[in-house]
T-cell receptor
Framework: DADVTQTPRNRITKTGKRIMLECSQT?????MYWYRQDPGLGLRLIYY???????NKGEISDGYSVSRQAQAKFSLSLESAIPNQTALYFC???????????FGAGTRLSVL | GQQLNQSPQSMFIQEGEDVSMNCTSS?????WLWYKQDPGEGPVLLIA?????ELTSNGRLTAQFGITRKDSFLNISASIPSDVGIYFC???????????FGTGTRLQVFP
């Protein structure tokens, strides 16, 4: 089984809908991250959490929110999806040192 | 937001050729990482570098942490079709806990 699991793998939704992307990990890491990937732009950080009580905005947090339900679970929500949020979304985890991040397989989101 | 300059953006090479790509930054980093992303998958760590000047190999892959701490290089020798994918560099600086990613190098290998 994968150490970092993202669900769903693919999602198509309509403009204005609320959706949630989920991430769970079995690595026992405290730190979790959500990234967005667009062609030619690499990976951009949306939100990150260093422990259950810690939530921090990344460089592109507008239009997104997160919830750290437990050490192993970190979910990303789009309150009112818009077409320019169509992208590939990745969850990642790291230990306290934060040097190496381990990624999930990604969620491909299309907003129509 | 800050991103690393990674080049080239894409490469189309023939099987057996060697490949070189690099990342540069205006900031000093204390860690450089190289990831590979296969189509439809998340990035997977290839090599981690922790000291300026460090040269580390992983099979046919070799990466170096630049002496200035502002750049890193990845070389792939004798490329094969399964090397196809997107390669990302990432850097971690002394004064931040967040990785900064390069924009990626898309590698295509033709038989």
């Amino acid at each position: 089984d994968a150490d970092v699991t993202q669900t769903p793998r693919n999602r198509i939704t309509k403009t204005g809908k609320r959706i949630m992307l989920e991430c769970s990990q079995t690595k026992g890491h405290d730190r979790m991250y959500w990234y967005r990937q667009d062609p030619g732009l690499g990976l951009r950080l949306i939100y990150y959490s260093f422990d259950v009580k810690d939530i921090n905005k990344g460089e592109i947090s507008d239009g997104y929110s997160v919830s750290r339900q437990a050490q192993a679970k970190f979910s990303l929500s789009l309150e009112s999806a818009i077409p320019n949020q169509t992208a590939l979304y990745f969850c990642a985890t790291s230990d306290f040192a934060g040097n190496i991040q381990y990624f999930g397989a990604g969620t491909r989101l299309s907003v129509l | 937001g800050q991103q690393l300059n990674q080049s080239p953006q894409s490469m189309f090479i023939q099987e057996g050729e060697d490949v070189s790509m690099n990342c540069t930054s205006s900031s000093i980093f204390n860690t450089w990482l190289w990831y590979k992303q296969d189509p439809g998958e998340g990035p997977v760590l290839l090599i981690a570098l922790y000291k300026a000047g460090e040269l580390t190999s992983n099979g046919r892959l070799t990466a170096q942490f630049g002496i200035t701490r502002k750049d890193s290089f990845l070389n792939i020798s004798a490329s094969i079709p399964s090397d196809v994918g997107i390669y990302f560099c990432a850097g971690l600086s002394y004064n931040t806990d967040k990785l900064i990613f390069g924009t990626g190098t898309r590698l295509q290998v033709f038989p």
